[in-house]
């Protein structure tokens, strides 16, 4: 049983994974010479589904909360489970009140309890949400850590591979954008990597704001992950001074520090979106493709590479049963 996945993003890895696991021998092409700079490469890595379901349908919520524990099965030791904390500025608290009614799986908490979870943060906001439990993880180095998990259980890569096709292969479509998919629209997203060696964080923090919401989420040394816009576009250009300066203030009124650290690097990227914003998992003929995860690739890329091995893996048996009648 002979598979041929096209892009090593997330989707594209989880899939690879999941094939695996049902006895599929895989084969893995990526266009690019590695798997730096994709939207994948670009993601906050957050497992948010309850904090996500606030502007998201319910389906992100369903099929997101088991993310956490494949992801912990998949790279032990990866994943962060420490919830998220949600605060506004003082003159935005409101907003809270409508993160709250719009979600679930919550606990609201004093000033108190906000600094017992995060003392960075003592004395800055008098309430917060706080989702006990959701998760986070490195994209970067989950990606690279599931390249390495998949060579060790035999998937072949291919990078810099041209795209042709071979007919001898079932194959899997994961490229996002590139897929030339006439009912996917691009949604840009940028991004910052700052180091803040003043600042502490154990978990991503959310900061409601009405115009921008914006996340900042920790990774190692003091680094953190600011992000990110939502901009109806396939602009792949550079971070608009805009943007920029509006993911910098949104982490200064997080925390001041913030106004001493260093932007170690700026980022866009395009992300896949369908009209209701969730993934479909589709097949014409011999192709099967996975697209369309706007802002939630981390999150739903487990439960949709789940149904599209179990596609697969049934046209394949449909296939060989058709070879030996």
């Not at 899939?15 to 730096?36: F, N």
């Not at 670009?42 to 379901?53: D, I, Q, V």
């Not at 940028?190 to 978990?203: D, F, G, I």
Request: hydrophobic share 40%.
């Amino acid at each position: 049983m002979e598979v041929l996945i096209r892009g090593a993003g997330v989707a594209g890895l989880a899939l690879a994974y999941e094939l695996r696991k049902r006895g599929a021998d895989v084969t893995l092409l990526e266009k690019q010479k590695d798997l730096v700079g994709s939207a994948s490469w670009l993601a906050g890595g957050m497992l948010a589904p309850w904090c996500e379901r606030e502007s998201a349908e319910e389906e992100v919520l369903t099929f997101g909360r088991p993310s956490v524990e494949w992801w912990s099965e998949a790279l032990p030791d990866q994943v962060v489970c420490k919830g998220t904390l949600v605060v506004a500025p003082p003159r935005d608290t409101s907003e809270l009140a409508r993160f709250a009614g719009r979600t679930s799986g919550y606990d609201w908490l004093e000033a108190g309890e906000i600094e017992d979870l995060e003392p960075d943060l003592a004395g800055r906001f008098s309430k917060a949400l706080f989702f006990s439990g959701e998760a986070h993880l490195d994209p970067r180095k989950a990606l690279l850590g599931l390249q390495q998990k998949l060579v060790d259980m035999g998937v072949r890569f291919e990078f810099g591979a041209k795209s042709t096709t071979d007919h001898n292969y079932l194959e899997a479509n994961c490229t996002g954008m590139s897929a030339n998919d006439p009912d996917l629209r691009g949604v840009r997203g940028e991004m910052l990597l700052l180091h803040a060696p003043e600042v502490t964080l154990s978990r991503p923090v959310r900061m409601l704001h009405p115009r921008i919401p914006v996340y900042i989420v920790p990774r190692e040394d003091h680094h953190f992950m600011v992000g990110a816009t939502m901009i109806e576009s396939e602009d792949y250009g550079q971070i608009s001074v805009r943007s920029t300066m509006e993911l910098l203030n949104a982490a200064y009124s997080l925390h001041p520090s913030f106004g001493e650290a260093k932007i170690v690097e700026t980022g866009t990227g395009v992300r896949p979106a369908y009209d209701d914003n969730l993934p479909r998992v589709t097949q014409k003929g011999r192709v099967v493709s996975v697209n369309g995860f706007y802002r939630h690739g981390y999150l739903l890329a487990p439960h949709f590479a789940g149904v599209a091995a179990d596609r697969i893996i049934n046209s394949l048996q449909e296939q060989d049963f058709e070879t030996h009648h």
